[in-house]
């Protein structure tokens, strides 16, 4: 999660875990952001009611249209911005 100077409001928790749940869902949080996420959804109800109806939807859009493959085109450009990236 993003550090702010001041603490954070229970409000403020929730509006960046609900923020982030995508990519909490799809592991693409570094792990100490998704070890602060899971902590406030293990202690905010509202949240994880939320939480699991986003990962409910996200099983049933997966189930339904099975795995999501990028075309061969796309792939090869990521690949070239990718390299062009790191070479910076």
Request: with cysteine.
């Amino acid at each position: 999660m993003i550090e702010h100077p001041e603490p954070m409001g229970d409000e403020d928790r929730c509006n960046l875990a609900m923020r982030s749940v995508h990519a909490f869902l799809h592991g693409e949080l570094p792990e100490d952001t998704a070890d602060q996420i899971r902590q406030h959804l293990m202690a905010c109800e509202k949240c994880m009611d939320n939480f699991d109806a986003e990962e409910f939807i996200s099983a049933l859009l997966k189930r339904c249209y099975g795995p999501t493959v990028a075309p061969p085109t796309l792939r090869v450009r990521v690949s070239k911005l990718s390299v062009r990236w790191q070479s910076h």
